[in-house]
């Protein structure tokens, strides 16, 4: 599995520009004017892993397959939307099927890019989209909570397990704060994530600077930084417009470009390890003479899961993973040359899978 990732944030702060140069599709309009963006767009992006290649090298695979990652680009929101103003509910809709939210934050200035507030503020503009998602989880939850009335006095388990799940991150909502705050024990995480609330999704802050920011940051990015640490959220520092040059280069010019800027990578692969972060994410592989290949699972994936990313089957027949750390494979010239070292392991159900390892499921069918 990769991820959904939601782009969201005012009009006109570079979010479509950034998902044009993410996915390297003109599909999103970039236009100087509020809701220029009408429907999501999604855009899938190959996650860059320079460890996939050294695999596909050692092993002469014939194909590399990188995981993918996905990005919705969602239209600009305005205050007030969720009552309906701008675009309103539809775009908080949209949030809801994300996994996690790309909160893209103006930290430049233009006098030719209209600011729908008249001003440059991103950390007003960040507590402006945080607190139309807080009233629009407010709003589902006070509607649901007066449906599920009959159902508690009737002493269902779960609706009563709702009720109150419910009522804590209604009280949260109501002191203004994310339902993403709310800490939430084992037993109840899964009926905490049936809620679907906008809060609850993590919150990666992406400050758009000007191209010559784009290595220091400025100011505003440096405000930025510090709310997302008082919140224990994430942010990343891009310059859309760098993004959007890149995207559009062979890998060595984007490299001497990059160079020229003095930044060691480009912004996409900032973003993604922020996410995979942000998600608790890691990749695993799968080698051979056909392919080389990623997958992502969550960290504190058992094998049996892991090998059920791949296909069902493998996942219910599992019998055990043959596995070698990429260090291993890597170091001893590949999967002959790791089990010839003693470096291939056999490991069973209760095998936590580690970031990068290389693996081979049986399974029965």
């Known amino acids: 599995m990769g991820f959904r990732m939601g782009i969201v944030g005012l009009p006109n702060v570079g979010k479509s520009t950034l998902f044009n140069a993410l996915t390297k599709t003109a599909a999103a309009q970039a236009a100087n004017f509020p809701f220029c963006t009408i429907e999501p767009n999604v855009g899938e992006v190959a996650v860059p892993d320079a460890r996939l290649d050294k695999l596909a090298e050692i092993a002469q695979s014939k194909s590399i397959i990188p995981t993918r990652m996905t990005f919705v680009d969602i239209a600009g929101l305005v205050k007030g939307a969720s009552k309906g103003e701008g675009l309103g509910n539809q775009f908080l809709a949209n949030i809801r099927e994300t996994d996690a939210i790309a909160h893209v934050l103006r930290c430049f200035e233009d006098d030719d890019v209209t600011h729908v507030d008249g001003r440059v503020d991103p950390v007003s503009d960040a507590e402006t989209i945080e607190t139309e998602l807080i009233i629009a989880d407010m709003e589902s939850l006070e509607k649901r909570l007066a449906n599920i009335t009959r159902k508690v006095r009737g002493g269902d388990k779960d609706a009563v397990q709702q009720e109150r799940l419910m009522r804590t991150a209604l009280a949260a909502l109501e002191s203004g704060q994310p339902a993403r705050t709310v800490t939430i024990d084992a037993d109840d995480l899964k009926q905490w994530k049936m809620l679907q609330l906008l809060t609850a999704k993590p919150v990666l802050y992406v400050c758009n600077v000007d191209e010559s920011e784009a290595a220091t940051g400025n100011a505003l990015s440096a405000k930025v930084a510090e709310m997302a640490a008082a919140q224990g959220n994430s942010h990343v520092v891009i310059s ?98 790791a089990k010839e070292a003693g470096k291939m392991r056999a490991e069973g159900k209760t095998y936590m899978v580690k970031d990068g390892d290389v693996l081979h499921f049986l399974f029965n069918t």
């Open 240 to 337: 859309a417009k760098i993004e959007e040059e890149i995207s559009q280069l062979d890998p060595d010019e984007a490299e001497m470009f990059l160079s020229e800027l003095g930044l060691e990578e480009a912004g996409l692969d900032r973003l993604i390890r922020a996410g995979y972060e942000l998600l608790h994410l890691e990749t695993y592989f799968t080698v051979g003479p056909k392919e080389a290949r990623a997958w992502t699972i969550r960290k504190g994936t058992m094998a049996p899961q892991a090998a059920g990313v791949i296909h069902g089957d493998f996942e219910k027949g599992f019998i055990r993973a043959e596995t070698i750390a990429f260090d291993d494979f890597i170091g001893n010239g590949g999967e002959q040359g």
